[in-house]
């Protein structure tokens, strides 16, 4: 059963950064394209950055530049550095295949807020 899980989460003051992490078991993750999501109260899940088959990568324009991700195929683990946070940033972040959704994880809560 493949199983996704978010981590690395918290409370950061703006400017701050945070490193999320997505481990995938159950299926390899350099077999597919993933992306990492975001949710905010009362709002849609958006898709904030994306990586490849052969390390790709893109992103929404709102995180361009404060944004990275990056894969680990050894431990099926798929990152998210997020530098220069903003309130706005603030949101529930998961991660999945960009096509053919797995079940969605739990997702990871990242605060961002003086």
């Known amino acids: 059963q493949v199983q996704l899980v978010e981590s690395g989460g918290g409370l950061v003051q703006p400017g701050g950064s945070l490193r999320l992490s997505c481990l995938v078991s159950?299926?390899?993750?350099?077999?597919?394209?993933m992306g990492w999501y975001r949710q905010a109260p009362g709002k849609q899940r958006e898709r904030v950055a994306g990586?490849?088959?052969?390390?790709?990568?893109n992103y929404a324009d709102s995180v361009k530049g404060r944004f990275t991700v990056s894969r680990d195929n050894a431990k099926n683990t798929v990152y998210l550095q997020m530098n220069s946070l903003k309130p706005e940033d603030t949101a529930v972040y998961y991660c999945?295949?960009?096509?053919?959704?797995?079940?969605w994880g739990q997702g990871t809560q990242v605060t961002v807020s003086s």
């Open positions: 999945n295949r960009v096509r053919n959704h797995l079940p």
């Open positions: 159950g299926s390899m993750v350099s077999f597919n394209a």
């Open positions: 990586i490849g088959t052969f390390g790709d990568t």
